[in-house]
């Protein structure tokens, strides 16, 4: 997506996440949770707990939380386990879309996403129907502010193992590859800078455009995605969203 878009998105996620903070908190938790399971309840060991926590501050939820998700992973307290189930499909208008989930239950979870496509005159593909789209990014943003010195912040995240650092008007954008992930984070953390997102992230190689009486229906079936527990992500290729969110 463009960079005004991909800001647009942020801010769109954020009004949600105002409204819906508990749920927000419910969705980092599982992946907290998971992380944790498979891969033990040490950060510094574990890449994917690490992304989940860097997540879970970025969105502002509690430490308690964060602690209390990483002891269910590791069995330390009850908890339910859930399993990841990526799905692909195409929205209206042939957008690629990319949905990732945490369930307990794949069969309501697949009736669910089925329904949100089907609905909004998209279908659930097979897997990898569209996922070469796609390629996976760490992906930080920083709000643009009067006190931030550009040269500065972009030294800072170069030499930390950021591959790109692109300015607009409403802030910076630090793409990283996957496993300079969290050492670029920390690294922007510990200087100070608050991150407004930060996120591995699917970045779509190519961009599709909507005609106007597709936009609607797509934008409905991401906020079904939204609203739904199971689903943690949505990926998808639509350039333009700003416009409409």
């Keep these: 997506m463009s960079g005004h878009s991909k800001w647009s998105t942020i801010k769109h996620k954020k009004g949600k996440a105002d409204a819906k903070r508990g749920q927000i908190f419910t969705k980092i938790a599982k992946y907290i949770a998971v992380a944790s399971r498979e891969g033990g309840s040490d950060p510094e060991m574990n890449a994917k707990l690490k992304e989940a926590i860097i997540k879970a501050k970025a969105a502002n939820m509690p430490n308690d939380n964060i602690d209390r998700a990483i002891k269910k992973g590791a069995g330390e307290l009850q908890g339910s386990i859930y399993e990841e189930i990526t799905y692909e499909g195409y929205g209206p208008g042939g957008v690629a879309v990319i ?65 790109d650092v692109e300015v607009a008007d409403e802030g910076f954008e630090i793409s990283t590859e996957p496993f300079d992930f969290g050492a670029v984070c920390e690294a922007l953390r510990g200087a100070g800078y608050e991150l407004a997102s930060a996120e591995i992230a699917m970045i779509p190689a190519t961009e599709t455009e909507l005609e106007p009486g597709d936009i609607k229906k797509m934008q409905r079936m991401i906020d079904m995605f939204d609203d739904n527990e199971d689903i943690q992500e949505v990926w998808h290729n639509w350039i333009g969203a700003e416009d409409d969110q």
């Design 99 to 163: 949905v990732e989930t945490l369930t307990d239950n794949k069969n309501r979870t697949a009736g669910d996403v089925r329904h949100a496509f089907d609905k909004n005159g998209g279908n659930l593909g097979t897997s990898g129907c569209v996922g070469f789209l796609f390629t996976k990014k760490g992906q930080i943003m920083i709000e643009q502010s009067a006190d931030i010195d550009e040269e500065e912040l972009m030294m800072i995240a170069l030499e930390a193992g950021a591959e």
